[in-house]
């Protein structure tokens, strides 16, 4: 198959090569000869003209330094296609395929034997760099792979049953023998990836993953490094301990337990089989062998912590047993709360049959975010027994980063238990003020847990709704300056870029739900409003009839609608356009409120809507629909 595709683009392009000015155009390969070729990897996002628009493509010739080959444009002109010749033998050797005029990833033959041998996702592709040993169309191993793209590889894998494509992510002898990690922690890591065909069919067996499941997201906390005079290896070692990945199936979200990754050079890779986590609760991973104090256990090397006593494995397949049955939606509170009253009798067996600090640790984590459910729910013991934990851990362990978690907890906990039983709107306000200095006072005291930029956030979000901008441009500034790298940094950079926009232009491109390219600066000379909306929100679906209104009666004035989608999937969003018979352009993509322009701007709730000038510059952020009358009368009338 492979040789195939190459030799045929490899002819075309010698007959290319040979063309003279005067008859290029009749010999240059048409289009429906140059888009025959796709991606050698299956995981790539190209842009693909449908059927019709084929034969208005065009196909150009390329030559220049040390590179020649053709180039395929599509109708409005935007790149779809390189094939090219970078070491002048006249044969194609890189395949480039774009997505909205960027390229996103290239097929490689890097000995000129043609055959592909290597395939890069590059730009808003990501950064993967695989390699295809053997030239058989499956990657083997990697050159370049990021912890999320790591992440996204083993879901995959798991999504698929590929066990081979899932062994490429997973720890090797060669990688411990590179890292020079000590021979009985290399003995526990290479016992929790062996026989990776079995553990999968394994965890597949929970059903939590079906071919129809998605990666969506990475979830860690921050790597950390354990150094060299650790006497886990004879270099520093750079780890995430714990780390989730988040899919979704049919618009709902599970979880995959990936627990400890290591970089090895510029791969990351994990240290155990992934597992699906049952139930709609998140559970906590178990502690990694690397970031733990040390192995436990008998002589021989048997693993404390992966090596299960039978009680704990006893009481862990009756907390699965419990979660798989979780109460409905519609339950009672009564209900409810007897379910997690059940689960915290298990976790607390659980805590007092743990033989290792971590192990300890995990539970009890699992044990406070349980108890700020139960206070949510509406049950004060949850308050109670977290009050007492914090105030043991506060005696016993001040140290410890479980502190700042119970305490976190229980600010949460607290105050929705205390908005439940409050009807009162003066004392709600009170009881919110009350909590935000409480939240404040956290991200002071503890400003390097791992809660403090959620509290920021919290601060900065509640200070912007309630409409002190410059509250809000305080906190999230901090979020910018100190926790750049967390998904609320990167919400904080967006959210003072959108606070900052009234005068400014506001860039905004992205494809369509049918992959098209949507540009705001195609609208330069009309008044243009940018709404970001979801089908899921109230508030957007009784607000469309008068966006239909106002649309129907200035449009021949000059005003004009851009939507932007925070739906989790394309095939959700066409439904929703064609029933409600919007007929704006509107840009998709999948993320919600950590999408790409949701996230570039701090888009906080849906509908959120801009109101653009005709010179390009921002009038209004977090425009209503009432102002929106308003300006458009102003505008336009």
């Not at 490689?108 to 950064?127: C, L």
């Not at 009985?184 to 062996?194: D, K, P, S, Y």
């Not at 049952?278 to 178990?286: K, L, R, Y």
Request: hydrophobic content about 40%.
């Amino acid at each position: 198959m492979l040789t195939c595709r190459v030799s045929l683009c490899a002819a075309i392009f010698a007959a290319c090569s040979m063309f003279s000015a005067q008859n290029a155009a009749a010999q240059t390969p048409t289009p429906e000869a140059a888009l025959k070729y796709r991606p050698a990897q299956s995981d790539v996002e190209i842009d693909t003209p449908t059927a019709a628009e084929v034969s208005k493509c065009v196909v150009k010739l390329e030559r220049g330094e040390g590179i020649s080959g053709f180039t395929v444009f599509d109708p409005d002109g935007q790149i779809l296609r390189r094939y090219v010749d970078t070491n002048g033998d006249r044969f194609i050797d890189q395949w480039r395929y774009y997505r909205m005029g960027t390229e996103v990833y290239r097929d490689i033959d890097s000995n000129a034997d043609n055959k592909i041998d290597q395939s890069r996702w590059v730009n808003t592709g990501g950064s993967r760099w695989g390699i295809d040993k053997n030239q058989d169309g499956k990657l083997d191993s990697w050159r370049v792979l990021s912890a999320e793209e790591a992440t996204r590889v083993a879901v995959n894998a798991m999504i698929a049953g590929d066990s081979d494509l899932l062994s490429t992510v997973l720890i090797s002898a060669d990688d411990i023998k590179q890292l020079g990690i000590a021979d009985e922690f290399a003995a526990a890591l290479l016992r929790q990836v062996q026989n990776p065909e079995a553990a999968l069919r394994a965890a597949m067996n929970t059903k939590s993953v079906t071919g129809e499941s998605k990666w969506t997201r990475f979830d860690a906390a921050m790597p950390g490094v354990i150094p060299a005079d650790d006497g886990k290896a004879t270099e520093d070692l750079t780890v995430y301990e714990g780390a989730m990945a988040i899919i979704e199936t049919r618009d709902q979200h599970g979880f995959v337990q990936i627990g400890e990754m290591i970089r090895v050079g510029n791969v990351w890779k994990l240290t155990q089989v992934p597992r699906p986590m049952t139930g709609n609760t998140i559970q906590v991973a178990m502690g990694g062998i690397l970031m733990r104090p040390g192995i436990e256990g008998p002589p021989g090397g048997v693993d404390a912590g992966t090596e299960l006593t039978p009680e704990m494995a006893a009481k862990i397949q009756e907390l699965q047993k419990l979660d798989s049955n979780p109460p409905s939606q519609d339950a009672t509170q009564q209900t409810v709360i007897a379910y997690l009253q059940k689960r915290r009798a298990i976790i607390l067996q659980l805590i007092n049959q743990s033989r290792t600090a971590q192990e300890r640790e995990t539970w009890q984590r699992q044990l406070i975010n349980l108890l700020a459910s139960m206070a949510q729910t509406g049950d004060r013991t949850g308050i109670a027994e977290l009050s007492a934990i914090e105030a043991d851990l506060r005696k016993r362990a001040p140290e410890s980063s479980l502190v700042p978690y119970a305490i976190y907890r229980r600010l949460l906990g607290q105050y929705s238990l205390d908005l439940r039983i409050t009807t009162d709107q003066k004392k709600q306000q009170e009881l919110q003020e009350t909590w935000l200095t409480s939240v404040e006072q956290f991200a002071k005291q503890f400003p390097q847990s791992e809660d403090a930029p959620d509290s920021l956030l919290q601060l900065a979000v509640n200070r912007e709704l309630a409409g002190s901008d410059n509250g809000a441009r305080e906190f999230y500034s901090q979020l910018a300056s100190n926790y750049a790298e967390t998904p609320q940094g990167k919400r904080a950079v967006g959210a003072l870029r959108r606070l900052q926009l009234v005068g400014r232009e506001m860039p905004l491109t992205g494809p369509d739900p049918s992959g098209r390219k949507v540009d705001a600066s195609n609208y330069r000379g009309k008044l243009l409003l940018v709404v970001f909306w979801a089908s899921w929100s109230g508030e957007f679906v009784d607000d469309v009839p008068v966006l239909l209104g106002l649309y129907n009666q200035y449009q021949s004035k000059g005003f004009e609608i851009v939507g932007v989608s925070l739906d989790t999937q394309a095939d959700s969003v066409a439904p929703f356009i064609k029933q409600t018979k919007i007929p704006w352009s509107n840009i998709f993509e999948p993320g919600v409120f950590d999408s790409p322009l949701a996230q570039q701007y701090g888009i906080l709730t849906a509908p959120t809507m801009f109101l653009i000038g005709r010179d390009g510059k921002v009038i209004s952020t977090g425009i209503s629909i009432s102002d929106l009358k308003d300006g458009l009368r102003k505008q336009l009338d």
